[in-house]
T-cell receptor, first 114, second 111 residues
Framework: NAGVTQTPKFRILKIGQSMTLQCTQD?????MYWYRQDPGMGLKLIYY???????DKGEVPNGYNVSRSTTEDFPLRLELAAPSQTSVYFC?????????????FGPGTRLTVT | QKEVEQDPGPLSVPEGAIVSLNCTYS??????FMWYRQYSRKGPELLMY????GNKEDGRFTAQVDKSSKYISLFIRDSQPSDSATYLC???????????FGKGTTLSVSS
């Protein structure tokens, strides 16, 4: 199993540009998550999904959108990138039972907005 | 008051030392208490979790939860250079869906 894969690994965006961060998992997990991690800070939840077609906002959703059309994929869309979105983005997944505390993380995407 | 507080360190110890990492929290609704380990430029990975109060041991690692004090700890015995990483505490309520992460403590173990 590859686990959770994320592309791209690195990206530099200009202010106002848009992009999609890709996330795929091959563990048949129902739950998927997007986090951002700023230097010296913990992970902040952006969006999560409990299954295909179902998404919900996390702590810091502004400036982002998500969709979940399949169990495997959970892309994160940035519209009109801003310098405040410079961060490392992690996608994670977990199984659907209780507890869901064991989340499997991807390697991250390092995004710089200038 | 933040939901979870964690001293970011850095913490530097010699090989073989006992390491103590701690978090405090404010919300008594938290029922799951996790420790994630994150190597440089990698995603976090779950080390261990505890439900409610008490201790849990896994090899050289011991997690403790004191709900009355809202205080959680991770002890690492006989620390190794391979333990050098950032350790993040994370907490969740009964449903265990949304994790609240601490800022992480960066640990360096020198040989």
């Amino acid at each position: 199993n590859a686990g959770v894969t994320q592309t791209p690994k690195f990206r530099i965006l200009k202010i106002g540009q848009s992009m999609t961060l890709q996330c795929t998992q091959d563990m048949n997990h129902n739950y998927m998550y997007w986090y951002r991690q700023d230097p010296g800070m913990g992970l902040k939840l952006i969006y999560y999904s409990v299954g295909a077609g179902i998404t919900d906002k996390g702590e810091v959703p502004n400036g982002y959108n998500v969709s979940r059309s399949t169990t495997e994929d959970f892309p994160l869309r940035l519209e009109l990138a801003a310098p405040s979105q410079t961060s490392v983005y992690f996608c994670a997944s977990s199984w659907g039972g209780i507890p869901r505390v064991e989340q499997y993380f991807g390697p991250g995407t390092r995004l710089t907005v200038t | 008051q933040k939901e979870v507080e964690q001293d970011p360190g850095p913490l530097s110890v010699p090989e073989g030392a006992i390491v103590s990492l701690n978090c405090t929290y404010s919300n008594s609704a938290f029922q799951y208490f996790m420790w994630y380990r994150q190597y440089s430029r990698k995603g976090p990975e779950l080390l261990m979790y505890t439900y409610s109060s008490g201790n849990k041991e896994d090899g050289r690692f011991t997690a403790q939860v004191d709900k009355s004090s809202k205080y959680i700890s991770l002890f690492i015995r006989d620390s190794q250079p391979s333990d050098s990483a950032t350790y993040l505490c994370a907490l969740a309520n009964q449903a265990g869906t949304a994790l609240i992460f601490g800022k992480g403590t960066t640990l360096s173990v020198s040989s």
